[in-house]
């Protein structure tokens, strides 16, 4: 039902075929990229788009069509990982928070108060910096930067479904606090969760590739949209392309990740 | 008001507190030898003793963390690696062209925002409305260091009307200074001109259907006069929230901006510092970034509760 009501929204059929699109190309990466996104092939560098290589070559003639497909795999990784490390660690802080309450309660929120003083991006890149560049450190400091938005989430979820009648009853008949949060709260508290989780994807990715175009993220020679971008930037009169393949590709699986987040949104909200 | 002032400054305090004890905990993030780390190159083990012993490195835990609480009280953020300059002096060397950059991108962002978020809402469900809505849309999903080759491409490379990089300072020479910050303000304003258009016009609609509006309208008086005198006031509540909230997202939009357009600021040193593995600078600038960012916050909420009344009271 939930499905069909998402469905419903204007953009969703294209968020969908975009999301979509983008997993079957992160998938089939190995099948769809035409040519060996290493292989280099200097006599060809900086070709325009054409027959052969239908979005050109970069400074060192490789292929960046192919370039760009591999990218997705990183992106899509990116985006949906660190989301789903933020998603579990901030609605495990937020229900003991919220179930706990008291001191432990202020403490969590506090320091998720204090994750949240810090500009997410700067954050971000100073855990990068720590944790080492490369696609681990990356997922760990977006995960990092995203967890205090699922924790505040789900601790108001918590605060308002245990005081509910049905967990009363439930603590009347003697369940222990660890069944009720399992079988009570933590499915009546998943569906604003999900919708975060649907909504942080597209930013995630956005994240993902402005890291990797600063340099941490994955290094070269591996494909990732911000680092193409990055290297194409020193060839933006003679070879646009280099930039403009994957900065296309990037600003569509977020626009269409925008929508689909949105449509799940529309669809979980009780007042619509 | 004052009650509302004493009560937002108590509750930053912990947040404080637990700001500088990451910060402090960063450095020790670092897998392996922090030392090692940011002297990745050099194999002089009295060099690398030195500098362990100078950061404090060579103590307990909780010693090293006093200490730099207590060089913090002093105002003493410690010293680049890179220069031997204080954290202080790097910040300041660089503060003034952050600064002229945020004010101009709000600038740009508001100029942008206020006229597509009202027309927009003014004219719901027809073809403007859709302009600004998708133009909403583009500025939110668009990256920003894209968005800044894009204009960098555009109006730097093929049509050569701006310079595409550099900073010149705008008390010096003023023109040539505002041309330097142009491309930047515009790439850093449009995203956040996005965000504002969106809720402006949200606000507005919900204030357009409220029952003050249709009596005003029954009055006879004009709908340019019920919006400037009735609508826009309500609807800029919601407006000043975001732009609070933005605040991060403009700061860590600088970073990148500053790093495309080579301009010299604390975005760009932040950069800089974590390349150079400088993690003392980079202690240091993130500890004030988070420190300008926790302050503005606290702005915000107080200009919040100055435009409406009702939050002072509560």
């Known amino acids: 039902m939930v499905l069909h009501r998402a469905a419903r929204a204007r953009l969703a059929p294209f968020g969908a075929a975009v999301l979509v699109a983008a997993v079957l190309v992160a998938l089939g990466a190995p099948l769809l990229a035409p040519y060996d996104p290493l292989e280099q092939n200097l006599g060809l560098a900086l070709a325009r788009p054409g027959r052969a290589h239908l979005l050109g070559t970069d400074n060192i003639g490789r292929d960046v069509m192919s370039r760009v497909i591999w990218g997705t795999r990183v992106s899509l990784v990116a985006g949906f990982a660190s989301v789903a490390v933020a998603a579990v660690t901030g609605s495990l802080l937020g229900v003991l928070a919220g179930y706990a309450g008291g001191r432990a309660d202020g403490l969590v929120m506090r320091a998720m108060d204090a994750v949240l003083s810090f500009p997410p991006l700067v954050l971000a890149l100073a855990l990068g910096a720590v944790l080492g560049a490369g696609l681990g450190g990356v997922l760990i400091a977006l995960g990092v930067v995203y967890t205090p938005t699922f924790a505040r989430l789900m601790r108001g979820q918590v605060l308002a479904i245990t005081a509910r009648e049905y967990v009363d009853a439930a603590r009347a008949l003697g369940a222990p606090g660890w069944r009720i949060a399992w079988h009570h709260v933590l499915p009546n508290a998943a569906p604003p969760i999900v919708v975060q989780a649907s909504l942080s994807v597209a930013f995630a990715i956005l994240a993902e590739a402005s890291l990797s175009f600063l340099g941490l993220g994955i290094q070269p020679p591996g494909a990732s949209w911000g680092s193409m971008i990055n290297a194409g930037r020193g060839y933006l009169q003679q070879a646009p392309w280099i930039v403009f393949g994957p900065g296309a590709a990037l600003f569509v699986t977020v626009v269409g990740l925008n929508f689909v987040g949105d449509a799940i949104r529309d669809a979980l909200d009780p007042r619509l | ?314």
Request: glycine share 8%; proline share 5%.
């Open chain 2, 1 to 314: 008001m004052g009650r509302l002032v004493l009560h937002r400054l108590a509750a930053t305090v912990p947040v404080l507190l637990l700001v500088t004890a990451g910060v402090f905990a960063l450095l020790h993030l670092t897998p392996g030898d922090p030392i090692d780390a940011m002297m990745a190159e050099s194999v002089d083990a009295e060099a690398k003793a030195s500098l362990r012993k100078e950061l404090g490195l060579d103590r307990p835990i909780h010693e090293q963390y006093a200490a730099w609480m207590r060089r913090l009280l002093r105002g003493d953020l410690g010293r680049s690696i890179r220069n031997g300059e204080p954290v202080i002096e790097n910040v300041s060397r660089r503060i003034r062209p952050s600064l002229e950059l945020a004010l101009l991108a709000m600038a740009v962002s508001l100029l942008i925002a206020f006229p597509v978020g009202i027309v927009s809402a003014a004219r719901r469900n027809t073809a403007v409305d859709r302009a600004g809505t998708s133009f909403a849309l583009f500025g939110i999903c668009m990256p920003n260091f894209l968005l800044a080759l894009l204009l960098i491409f555009l109006f730097g490379v093929t049509l050569r009307w701006l310079p595409i990089s550099g900073y010149t300072d705008p008390v010096e020479e003023p023109l040539n200074g505002l041309r330097s910050l142009l491309l930047p303000a515009v790439t850093l304003g449009l995203a956040l001109a996005a965000v504002i258009t969106r809720t402006l016009r949200s606000s507005m609609l919900e204030a357009l259907g409220e029952d003050y509006v249709r009596t005003a309208r029954a009055k006879g008086l004009s709908e340019w006069r019920v919006i400037r005198g009735h609508v826009l006031k309500n609807a800029l509540i919601p407006v000043v929230t975001v732009l609070g909230l933005q605040l991060g997202t403009l700061i860590g939009g600088a970073v990148i901006t500053e790093y495309v357009f080579a301009l010299p600021g604390v975005g760009r040193l932040v950069v800089e510092a974590v390349f150079a593995r400088d993690y003392p600078l980079v202690q240091g600038v993130i500890l004030l970034i988070a420190l300008g960012f926790i302050l503005s916050n606290l702005l915000v909420d107080l200009l919040y509760g100055w435009i409406d009344p009702r939050i002072r009271y509560r």
